[in-house]
């Protein structure tokens, strides 16, 4: 049973593409389109709560897929055939670097798989264990939805934007066709075979961040390839060297390595916490995610939510226990915590909504990397707590970003000015969105409060400074952005909801599930949570928060929830002011309404409030520049400190 | 698409006129990136009475007590310069004891003008007991003027051809006893002005004025003075200024700092003044008997507190004038105003406008 | 936050007496020459009318028919012009303010009832002297005319 | 007049008391210019009515501690050339004199359209 | 506890030479220092009880001083401090004077004097607290808070109304 | 057990911090050489407030308000019944937020201004606030406020740093001169009322009442840093409150009010600085 959902995990998703693909595009296979997306979205969906019931239930891992000569050589045909057609698109566009970098990746692979110099493997490749059903689930439930979304999106957006070639087809299927990539990620034990799927990856954002063939796009799409690119390096090298010094395979039979034994283990995980950090987008790789923000909103949703970035700090999770108080270990707080703070300075900074959502993501990462980098149960609690609530908060925030923009024209933050009377519906989802990512007990806050825990017991002084700090920025540009939607502006001013209701299907469920998730988090924490911790660390971890913790946190939340309900139960009896409510202070020069006041010229002028952005201080252009060579020091050094140590 | 990520980033709010830190109604528009002020625009009239139309309903002898409520707070000089041009129009020469009177009064008034403004000042960046501190010494010269005139901030004093009122020995010897002390207690709130590090860091470097800028902007008194340019038209000799020793004070770095540095000074050297002119004060007569009507025209500068004032009157032979103009300190202040004001803080905006010690009331008269 | 000059002066003021008065509670002593409110000696006033024409703020009104001399209090700016021109020094300047209050009532000073009847006398008697002069003046004039009239009359 | 009057002001026409050199409207801002390039600074500008529809302005100027004045004689519904090309602070004299007195005048720097004091009265000096 | 055991004051400054309003502030500074009687001088009309206006009111600031007055939740007073906020004072035949205060606004306590000194001040306010005790008791009773009808006797001349509206 | 005493809390803590908002006031009047106003005003003000007729901007503004309100009551439950330290700082900064989207919901300028300088003040506390747990978890090797007032020796010996530093945003969190930029109880500001600008009438009432309880919940934590297992330290605790509160009286009367960015980067370095370097030598000691 587990192992026919697996496979139908892994190869459905490519056939549900492969179909989508051939249906081609216009008015008339719309409908049917939809059919097909929403049914396997469905499908997958369902399949991976069906696994996730099922592997939960039996309570130790599931390992299969022994012997699979021919999948490894189907497998290596693959990554040539990527190769190839990165090959294809760097001398298509004169981009020479990606062709170099895809072959130093995958030739050593492909020479390994061939040659058989590292020996046959005996250990099964593929292994589910609940961190892995925990990921599905987020993959499946959150990239399912993104995919439903994407399908009355992308009509809008050539709608919107004729000037684009509508290969829409094209674009459904590769969203798929990664959706597959990343099941096969999670399921694959293997080294070898999780390369193969990380190599899908980065090739599928790199072409669905050049969706448009802008320039702008395809400038962006490849920078994501070639950072990507160099990450698969970094992994292929782990994997070359794992199998040919330590004969290492899976990563289940790292995890094992007595590392006082072989200290060359160190160089493995460091090899891969590079290649995770790379695909994390964590400084100095941060660029990659900044620039795939010009692919449609569903790309952005899928890249900076629930998959791509995700398979990065996944990878980090799964090596955790190897990373605590090691070398490494202190590689990765180091730059997860860095790019946690200097990403939210960013941040603030910024006024694209877009734009803030990524480098929230790329903090937000910083700070799973940095919880992965502490290896203690406790951190790796939080970091596991954080990427379920990011992925739901922020695939939901983008999904509506991209709504408003449909609507207003405009995602850029100062234009959302009294959203609430504007959009009720979508502000409220808004609301929900934004408090999932930072206010108490909602993910954030729950998990900060571990990682605090966890990183003073594991004495990282830089860490507990990075957190607090980092902390205090990231609040401060989320609350900046939930003060503007929530400004109560006149009720003139509502504007006509045009999102479409299959928008609403993907936007209302996932909000639903981030409320849901902050109702059942203490039974998250137990029954998902703690099992993953246990298996993990292979030993009875006690529970991270007590009883009384959680009674209070969520005492919290219920006093939280009333917020978006209220502006509910307001929004039915119109929130927007009315002529007969009080003039706002304005100096006493109001004129006639809330909006405008007398200038010095004797006429009415209207108030604009712009939030604060410190450009001259925090602006990107200010700081992005020392921060990469910052984080580019830090790496650069530590991974000649722990090589260096490890030979 | 790539949105300018700094199109939207600015705010329009208004400022004023009533506003908790602006002591008078004066209103600016302000265009914000941040708190950084990119723009501003002044707009004057919420005080605009009209009084210099008053000249042809009232008789020039009572306009005199109309002159002096132009403004409270250099009651004082109004009067003064009003009077003085109508007697150079009408070609009379008080006595000299009206002049030192004058001069006296007109120093006292700037000791309590300048205290005050230390104190509003002080409230402008948050520092509320040193704006207490300030109000109470000034309450000591409040006192003074109040023994000797009859009133604290409007005193009626002034006549055409002379004085209204004497002042006894045992009132000058009553004001020296007081500039005794008042002169010590002040020296503590000086200090700190001066030197308290919190203080500098609100008022050095901020608000910079060039003293080319300040010239072309046609900027006066101590505002002026602070951009270095050394011009006090109490040096032009007026009343009883020409037989008294002072220089003017001057500040070269144009900042807030050298503003408040200017006043501080001129508190002292009005001190002095008052002094000096306690010790010269000759005896006699304190007024001229005044016959006829004035005709003819004339200008009268004099230096208030604030700055450079301009009496203009325009006679014609009957009791009611034809034109009186006055030109404030602040009317020709404002420009410069609006220069530093861009780029400043907003949270300085309102130390800035106290920096050229603003006076609307006069200003809109 | 180096060297804190002020600290020393708020410490001393927190252990030193308020500065502050205890008006209302405590009266108040104003200095001699404190302009405070007018008042008219009304038996001396005789009601020239110099003071009202005076005012630069239209205070005063002088009521001759009616024998009454008025103030209002609340347009009085204590500036003490009908002090100095009155003629007979009827009017002082009262060093107490006007109570504030929520009418702005106006006083009026009317003359005794036994002086009112002394000058309506007086009146009666000079509007008796004028008519009387008068009638002499006109009786002069029709003397005057008269030869001249009588034979045209006739 | 009576004789005392006459005294008071010294004799019949006395000596004018202020300097002002009395110019013609057009060529007010040759004059302008020429004592702007002599660094001399705008002290202020003011205009009176003298009889029915006669306006004068009078511009003073200062330089360290001398002055001096222009003058020019406008009648009603006449306007006048803004200095504020010349002295730029001359905005808000310029504004004061039209919302006063209704003179128009020409390209302003900052043209507050007759709102800089918004009155009861339009134009209560004319 | 009675309203009037912290009345807070709005200051606005219309059409005064400013002698009052350093009267003003100045009874807020040590020597009469208002906070005795709890009173704070708020620059927030939001906040206040108290309208303490100096100066008379002219066409350009009357659209301000209605403003603030509509700001000021009830119960609330207003205190017309000086000659000018009385009735125009000196200044009552400027062709810029709509008149006192009252003209444009109700007013509670005159308080006279040019300027007003602190002790009038004070005088006027104390006065006013008991007003406002009345008017909260009004309201209590579920009556409007003032018991006069104030109607505004404002006469507008036409010629610059309309560049205004 | 505990948790009575945390109601307690929520019963006495209004009454103890409007006496020490009192006593604040009446300090300050003396140390500007004023008479004063009366001990009790604050409660005056307070049923001044809730007499006023409220002038409400919004129907989400009541919300907010007393969102604001509950979540500093939970603040303080949090602490007097023992429980976690860091929640209940959580929930003091989910309080603040609450106050400023009030503020940012009366969509005017100066409330929104207010809101963003509130903001920051809050970036500007946050890392020390969090530090003041972890302050307490290095010295009792627990969140629990239970475990921290059971400790044989005072938190302050263990963590004179964290101590300092939380001093400074003190003044921060108690709307004290010098870092009173986004509200401030003197009444010349150029935010005019801050973040309650709009806000009035019985709603502003809410917002005194929170203060108070803000109040005495810092008075709180600065006890808690003298607190042990020895029922004596209680008094040291007590005293050593009062002292703060007079520093915080005597610091406010004596500086004039900063810019923003002097208080960012002031509150920051010395967050790095005195918690930052406590830590440091903590960790350094714990490792050798
Ligand atoms: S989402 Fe907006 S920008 Fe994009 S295509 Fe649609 S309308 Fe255009
Ligand atoms: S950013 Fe918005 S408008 Fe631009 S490509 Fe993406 S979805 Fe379209
Ligand atoms: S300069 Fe200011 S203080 Fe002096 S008279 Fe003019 S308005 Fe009054
Ligand atoms: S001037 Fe004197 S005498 Fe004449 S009416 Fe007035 S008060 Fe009476
Ligand atoms: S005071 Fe003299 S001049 Fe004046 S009205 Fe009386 S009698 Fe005539
Ligand atoms: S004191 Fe002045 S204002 Fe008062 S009544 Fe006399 S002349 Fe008029
Ligand atoms: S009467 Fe006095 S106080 Fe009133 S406006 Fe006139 S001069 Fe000012
Ligand atoms: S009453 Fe007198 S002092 Fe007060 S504002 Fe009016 S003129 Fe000035």
Known sequence: ?647 | MAVNNNAKKISVVPFGPQHPVLPEPIHLDLVLKDEKVVYALPSIGFVHRGLEKLVEKRDYEQFVLIAERTCGICSFGHGMGYVEAIEKIMNLDIPPRAKFLRTMWAELARMHNHLMWLGLQADAFGFESLFMECWRLREKVLDMLELTTGGRVIFSVNKVGGLRKDVTPEMLEQILKTLDGLEKECRVVTDTFLGDPDVLSRMKGVGVLTPGRAEELGCCGPFLRASGVKRDCRQLGYEAYGELKFEPIVSYDGDCYARCLVRIEELYQSMDLVRQCIAKMPGGDIAVKVTGNPNGEYMVRIEQPRGEALYYVKANGTRYLTRYRNRTPTYANIPGLIETIKGAELADVAMMILTIDPCISCTER | MAFLPYVGRTLKNLFSKPATESFPAGERIYPDRYRGHIENDIDKCILCGSCQRNCPSSAIKVNKADFSWEIHPFSCVQCSKCVEVCPVKCLSMVNSFTEPGAEKTSIVNRFSQERIEKEKEKQRLMAEKIAAAKKAAAEKAAAAKAPAQTPAGT | MSEQEKKAQGGEKKEPLMDIKEIEKDTLLDEVTRISFDNWRLIQICATKVGEEKYEILYTFGKGYQWKNLRIHLSKGESVSSITSIYEVAYLYENEIHDLYGIGIDMLNYDFGGKLFRTGVQYPFA | MKISKSPWILHYDGSSCNGCDIEVLASTTPRYDLERFGIINTGDPKHADVFLITGGVNYQNRDVVQQLYSQMPDPKVVVAVGICACDGGVFKDCYNIIGGVDKVIPVDVYVPGCAARPESIIDGVVKALAILDKKRERMAQGLVPDEKVWTNTIVRPGSQEKQED | MLYVLGFIFVILGPFLGGLLSGVDRVFSARMQRRQGPPLLQPFADYAKFMQKKAYIINGLQTFLITGHLIFVILAGWILYAGQDILLSIFSLTLSEMFLCMAAFSASAPYSNMSAQRELLQMACTEPMLLMIAIGFYLSSGSFMVTDIVAQKTPAIIHVPGFFLGFLVILVVELRKSPFDVSTSHHAHQEMVKGVTTDITGSLMGIVELSEWYEYFLMFSYVALYFVSSNPLSLLVGILMGCLVMFLMTLIDNTFPRVRWERMLSVCWATTLIFAGGNLLLLTLLKMF
Request: aromatic fraction near 12%; charged fraction near 10%.
């Open chain 1, 1 to 647: 049973m587990e192992f026919s959902i697996a496979i139908f995990l892994i190869f459905f998703p490519f056939v549900a593409a492969l179909v989508l693909y051939l249906l081609g595009n216009g008015e008339r296979v719309y409908k049917a389109r939809k059919v097909i997306v929403k049914g396997s979205a469905l499908l997958i969906m369902a399949a991976a709560i069906l696994m996730a019931v099922l592997i939960l239930g039996r309570g130790t891992p599931y390992p299969f897929a022994e012997h699979t000569k021919a999948v490894d050589v189907l497998m290596a045909c693959g990554e040539a055939f990527l190769m190839i057609l990165v090959f294809y698109y760097s001398i298509r566009y004169k981009k020479i670097y990606t062709a170099v970098l895809s072959a130093c990746g995958t030739l050593p692979i492909l020479w390994l798989t061939f040659s058989g110099a590292a020996g046959e493997s005996t250990a099964p490749h593929m292994q589910i264990d609940n961190l892995t059903v925990l990921m599905i689930l987020v993959v499946g439930i959150v990239g399912g939805l993104i995919a439903v979304y994407a399908v009355g999106y992308i009509k809008d957006y050539h709608n919107h934007h004729k000037n684009y070639k509508d290969r829409s087809n094209w674009f459904l299927a590769m969203l798929f066709v990664f959706l597959g990539a990343m099941f096969g990620l999670l399921l694959s034990d293997c080294m070898d075979w999780m390369y193969f799927f990380w190599e899908i990856t980065s090739v599928c954002s790199f072409l669905l961040i050049g969706y448009n063939y802008e320039k702008e796009s395809i400038k962006n799409s490849f920078t994501a390839l070639w950072m990507n690119l160099l990450g698969g390096v970094g992994f292929a090298a782990a994997i070359l060297y794992s199998e040919l010094s330590l004969h290492v395979f899976t990563l289940s039979e790292l995890l094992q390595v007595d590392r006082t034994v072989a200290p060359g283990v160190m160089i493995v995980v460091s090899l891969l916490a590079f290649a995770a950090m790379t695909k994390s987008a964590q400084m100095p790789f941060n660029l990659w995610l900044l620039g795939a923000m010009v692919a449609p909103t569903p790309t952005s949703a899928l890249l900076h939510s629930a998959t791509m970035v995700k398979a990065g700090v996944y990878l980090l999770i799964r090596i955790a226990p190897l990373l605590s108080r090691t070398t490494a270990g202190v590689m990765v707080t180091l730059i997860g915590g860095f790019t946690f703070f200097a990403a939210s300075l960013m941040a603030i900074a910024t006024s694209d909504g877009k734009r803030v959502l990524a480098h929230s993501t790329v903090s937000n990462l910083g700070l799973i990397v940095a919880c992965a980098g502490v290896g203690m149960p406790e951190s790796v609690w939080a970091g596991t707590m954080l990427i379920l609530f990011h992925a739901v908060s922020k695939s939901l925030m983008f999904l509506c970003v991209g709504a408003v923009e449909n609507v207003t024209g405009s995602r850029n933050i100062e234009d959302m000015h009294g959203l609430v009377v504007k959009l009720p519906r979508l502000a409220m989802v808004m609301i929900i969105g934004i408090c999932g990512m930072f206010l108490a007990p909602f993910g954030m806050l729950v998990a900060k409060w571990a990682a605090l825990r966890s990183y003073i017991d594991s004495a990282s002084v830089w860490l507990v400074l990075f957190l607090v700090f980092g902390a205090a920025s990231t609040t401060f540009y989320w609350a900046k952005w939930l003060g503007k939607l929530l400004a109560v502006i006149h009720g003139s001013q509502a504007t006509k909801d045009t999102t479409h209701t299959g928008e609403w299907e993907s936007i209302y469920p996932l909000a639903g599930l981030v409320v849901a998730m902050c109702f059942l988090f203490p039974l998250i924490s137990s029954g998902l949570i703690q099992p993953v911790l246990n298996q993990l660390f292979h030993e009875e971890v006690p529970p991270v928060i007590g009883q009384s913790d959680m009674i209070i946190m969520i005492l919290m939340f219920v006093l939280i929830a009333l917020l978006p309900i209220s502006a509910v139960l307001t929004s039915k009896k119109r929130v927007g002011l009315t002529d007969q409510n009080t003039r706002s202070y304005m100096s006493g020069v109001n004129s006639g309404d809330d909006r405008h006041f007398m200038n010095s010229y004797g006429d009415p002028q209207s108030v604009y409030m712009a939030n604060w952005y410190m450009t001259d201080l925090i602006g990107e252009l200010k700081i992005m520049k020392p921060c990469l060579l910052i984080s580019a020091g830090i790496l650069v050094t530590m991974m000649l400190i722990i090589i260096g140590g490890a030979i």
